[in-house]
């Protein structure tokens, strides 16, 4: 038996995306047949509820190329993405979203790049007149924050979109953490990085699963994963705050020796107490986000469970 060996995987996360691997994968094929490098494309069914599945199954059947992972339950997109690397066996490997957003026709630019020696290649995205403009303003907040504090650098319009060469990939299959934050990690490993700008294309159908909970969850992650400032702030803000208070003593002793003692101060006993007490609890918060996710990590669970594998030949999980 000769075994085919792709020299390109294209990894696709989808939850519920039915609709749009036909039109994906239409659109793909063509393109990576042009491109004449051997490739497979690796989706993984992140847990679907409506008939991807079952398309998945019908595509492996008519092109074996085709091959998939389909999880037990939805794990998420970053996960997915996880899996996709795992399974993948080519020597780069290109990270795309199943609702045409990312479109395939990009791809031979960032194979030319590869080419060229890069080995971290992403699509950056030109405009985000796709997304709605509450998303765009807090993104761009959290990026400002993230660049501030965090450990990486994260190119501006940076997505998932994007090429990997093996060594970049084989570096990611090392970090096993469980909340990861894809966008971050990509960042993390380095490696010779270019961005190829590209226009977002509109969803095909459906609509985008991450609503201000899951991008807000996402985002935390992103902080938490990347910086410790969110836990080391509150050493500072102690520092401020006992200073002050030791400012207060002092005058109000200046302020009792000179002018005797003085009941009132009711109202700012009580804002005090209450303010601090927010403070206190808020900061209880934090360490416990971290400690939340210490748990996670040490409970040692497997990153995913695969429920059904349809083609590939590398059998891992
Ligand atoms: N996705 C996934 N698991 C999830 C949510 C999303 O694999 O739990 C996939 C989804 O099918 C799509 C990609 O991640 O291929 C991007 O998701 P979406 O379009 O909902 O997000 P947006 O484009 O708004 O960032
Ligand atoms: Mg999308």
Known sequence: ???????????????????????????????????????????????????????????????????????????GKEIAIAAG?????????????????????????????????????????????????????????????????GDVALPEGAGDFRLLDRQAVDALLQMREKARFNKGLFAWIGFKTIGVPFTVEERAFGVSTFNFTRLARFALDGLMSFSSIPLKMWAYAGILISGFALAMAAWFFVKTMILGVDVPGYASLIVSIAF??????????????????????????????????????????
């Open 276 to 317: 601090f007490s927010g403070v206190q609890l808020l900061s209880l918060g934090v360490l416990g986000e971290y400690i939340a996710r210490i748990f996670a990590e040490v409970k040692g669970r497997p990153l995913y469970l695969v429920a059904e594998r349809i083609g590939g030949e590398k059998a891992k999980s």
């Open 1 to 75: 038996m000769t075994q085919y060996l792709p020299e390109i995987s294209i990894v696709v996360p989808g939850y519920n995306e039915a609709r749009n691997l036909r039109p994906l994968v239409g659109r793909l094929i063509p393109v990576m047949e042009d491109l004449g490098a051997p490739f497979e494309v690796v989706f993984v069914d992140d847990g679907s509820r409506d008939e991807t599945l079952e398309i998945l199954r019908e595509l492996n059947a008519f092109d074996p190329r085709i091959c998939a992972i389909s999880f037990s339950r939805n794990f």
């Open 85 to 149: 690397l795992d399974q993948a066996r080519g020597a780069a490997v290109v990270i795309m979203d199943a609702d045409l957003q990312h479109p395939p026709e990009v791809i031979p630019q960032l194979v030319e790049k590869w080419r060229d020696g890069y080995k971290n290649i992403y699509g950056e995205r030109l405009d985000r007149a796709t997304d709605p403009r509450l998303r765009v303003a807090l993104t761009r907040v959290f990026y400002r924050i993230i660049d501030h504090f």
